[in-house]
């Protein structure tokens, strides 16, 4: 049986990564993955807890509700970010500077 500071350990390095991730890439699409790596991290912790809970299996809920949530949000900035790239085409967030319409 793996043990719970394990999976703590991965989780962090996970976070980590995914945080590294959002700070230094200058492309939306890197920065949504980046994203993606900390929810997983936290969603591995869901688990990893919910493991060592026999009695009510929460974190395993949790972390199905987690996904499901990650995936609609994932598809939500997916759309912004074609629609960005549409008007300014370029994916950078550091050139996008107006949201308003021109006209």
């Keep these: ?37 900390m929810l997983n991290a936290a969603i591995l912790n869901l688990v990893a807890f ?3 809970d026999k009695v009510n299996n929460g974190g395993q809920m949790f972390a199905l509700f987690a996904i499901v949530l990650a995936a609609a949000t994932t598809a939500v900035a997916l759309a912004i970010v074609l629609n960005v790239y549409r008007r ?3 994916i950078d967030p550091d050139k996008v500077d107006k949201l308003k319409d021109k006209n």
């Design 1 to 37: 049986m793996i043990p719970l500071t394990h999976y703590l350990v991965l989780s962090a390095a996970l976070f980590c990564i995914g945080l590294y991730v959002v700070l230094a890439k200058r492309n939306a699409i890197q920065i949504l993955i980046g994203i993606e790596l």
């Design 50 to 52: 919910g493991k060592h």
């Design 88 to 90: 300014y085409k370029t």
